[in-house]
């Protein structure tokens, strides 16, 4: 059985970026999080213990978020690594961190990264 846990446009006001203003002033920020696991047991069981705690995964990405990080791609790995090294039963991890107003000229929607990562 292929499974997901998705945790979807996690919104947090954090202080990333390579621009002193940014430590001081601050953005908003989106996170989405997908992760995949059999979960089978947890299906059959209903027991919080045979699945992967979504609340504990969103506590890490708070977590991760209040250390700041010149680089969206620095703040992404710390968050994957932890969730990774917590949770050994994931076998794929995505997550994708949104800077909803970068200092750059036009106007857009935000500036993304995201990383993916299969896991043996």
């Known amino acids: 059985m292929k499974s997901k846990i998705m945790l979807e446009d996690i919104k947090i006001y954090a202080y990333h970026g390579v621009l002193p203003e940014e430590a001081i002033i601050g953005n908003h920020y989106v996170v989405n999080l997908e992760v995949h696991a059999d979960l089978e047991k947890a299906s059959q069981s209903?027991?919080?213990?045979?699945?992967?705690n979504y609340a504990e995964i969103n506590e890490i990405i708070h977590q991760e978020?209040?250390?700041r990080s010149e680089l969206l791609e620095h703040v992404i790995a710390r968050i994957s690594n932890k969730i990774e090294n917590q949770f050994p039963q994931i076998t794929?991890?995505?997550?994708?961190?949104?800077?909803t107003s970068p200092p750059m000229?036009?106007?857009m929607k935000g500036v993304s990264v995201e990383f993916e990562k299969e896991i043996q």
Do not use: A, N
């Not at 209903?46 to 992967?52: F, G, K, Q, R, V």
């Not at 794929?92 to 800077?99: A, M, N, R």
């Open 92 to 99: 794929y991890i995505k997550v994708k961190l949104t800077k």
């Open 46 to 52: 209903d027991d919080l213990h045979d699945t992967i």
């Open 105 to 107: 000229r036009g106007e």
């Open 65 to 67: 978020m209040e250390i």
